[in-house]
């Protein structure tokens, strides 16, 4: 079996440039880092506020909330206890019923439908800077 060296050089070279030329740069996988979760602070210098203060909320709260039929027909009342975060944006999520009106599951899901079409809010400072914070809302239900 005879070599021929030149033969073997071209189809050498011919292997490497076709290869280089088809190769593909994969780019090394970033390391993944999980972000921390934002800060939500329970206690801030300034609370978080309803556009136009408590007053505005109540009325706000008055013209919107409905009462539930069967609540009335049983004359269920008492006060729904919501914990909500107002944003660093003044955004209003993850609300939750802490304590229920006793009975009336209807009477929590509108006071939750309530809170969830409020506007946005003045958000909560801590040290001058916009923070995620915390807020109790009680909302009662009178016929």
Known sequence: MKFNFKKILFITSLHFICGSTFAQEVPAPKPTTNPEPPQIYDIVDQPAEYPGGM???????????KY????????????????????ETGQ??????????????????????????????????????????????????KP
């Open 55 to 65: 007053a505005a909320m109540n009325k706000f709260i008055a013209e919107n909330l």
């Open 68 to 87: 539930p039929e069967t609540a009335k027909e049983k004359g269920i009342q008492g006060k729904c206890y919501l914990q909500f975060i107002v944003s």
């Open 92 to 141: 209003v999520s993850n609300i939750k019923v802490k304590k229920g009106v006793v009975d009336c599951k209807e009477c929590d899901l509108e006071a939750v439908r309530v809170v969830k079409a409020m506007p946005k809010w003045k958000p909560g400072q801590k040290d001058g800077k916009n923070v995620n914070m915390t807020y109790t809302l009680p909302v009662s239900f």
